[in-house]
């Protein structure tokens, strides 16, 4: 319920109570002897001015304030569709970049590119121990060593035994992945392609870097590259390629923010 106070001829009231009676959050008007209104206290908050409250009255008034509140809405709402509008083509011309670059990926010889950086690391800390951060196994090569009792050389058996975060076999690199990105600053620019080469994804253009990973890696890579550009200029669009193909059927999202990472 509303609290309501009125105050007759003849009484006066201190600033101190005015000011606490205002904090409260009630509505003090002044009206003449006659009872015509004669002005409304305004409440000590934030930005209000007087010039805004007066801007209030006078759209209550005329009636003309809902137009221009609908109007400024509206407006806002216009160029929310062109920021969405400038993205969705600037993500075309990612997915249309990415899907040349898949097509080129039969004959461009990119397999000894894609390996020297994975045998390098596996060389380092053995298996996928750059990505998971823990030593597994030494690097065996493919066919080496005794085999085991189900028929499978050892270090093969040992590449393929499952992480058990992940559920699946670490050593089942399966899944084109291409990365493109625009990145104004040096430093962060660096840093992306650190880790980039630490997946053991090779270079292929300025921007754009190509390899292969499970799938649980690429959610994973797609969240530490959204922690390295985090406040920064930089747009980054990690596409999945699956039998040398691009799902073109993109999903538009939303004007990104500063540091914005897709994964399609």
């Known amino acids: ?93 990612y997915s249309q970049y990415a899907e040349s670059l898949a097509k080129a ?19 380092q800390d053995g298996g996928q121990a750059g990505v998971r951060g823990r030593p597994t196994h030494p690097p065996v090569p493919p066919g080496a060593g005794r085999r085991s009792p189900g028929g499978a050389p050892r270090g093969q058996e040992a590449s393929l035994r499952r992480d058990p975060q992940r559920g699946q076999s670490s050593g089942a690199l399966h899944m084109y992945v291409i990365v493109v990105y625009d990145i104004t600053e040096n430093d962060v620019r660096a840093k992306v392609a650190d880790i980039l080469r630490a997946y053991g994804l090779a270079r292929i253009q300025r921007s754009a870097y190509v390899g292969r990973l499970p799938p649980a890696l690429v959610k994973e890579l797609a969240e530490r590259l959204a922690r390295a550009v985090r406040g920064a200029n930089a747009d980054i669009a990690i596409f999945k390629v699956d039998k040398r193909t691009i799902d073109t059927s993109l999903r538009i999202p939303p004007r990104p923010p500063a540091g914005h990472v897709a994964l399609h």
């Open 105 to 123: 990926l039969p004959g461009a010889g990119l397999h000894g590119a894609m390996e020297t950086p994975r045998r390098r690391r596996r060389g």
């Open 1 to 93: 319920m509303d609290e309501v106070l009125l105050l007759t001829g003849g009484i006066s009231i201190t600033t101190r109570a005015l000011r606490a009676l205002l904090a409260t959050g009630a509505t003090v008007a002044v009206f003449s002897p006659r009872g015509e209104p004669l002005g409304i206290f305004m409440r000590p908050v934030g930005d209000a001015t007087g010039a805004k409250r007066r801007c209030q009255y006078k759209a209550a008034e005329d009636g003309r304030g809902l137009q221009y509140a609908k109007s400024w809405v509206f407006k806002k709402i216009l160029g929310q569709r062109d920021n969405i509008k400038a993205w969705r083509r600037r993500l075309r011309g």
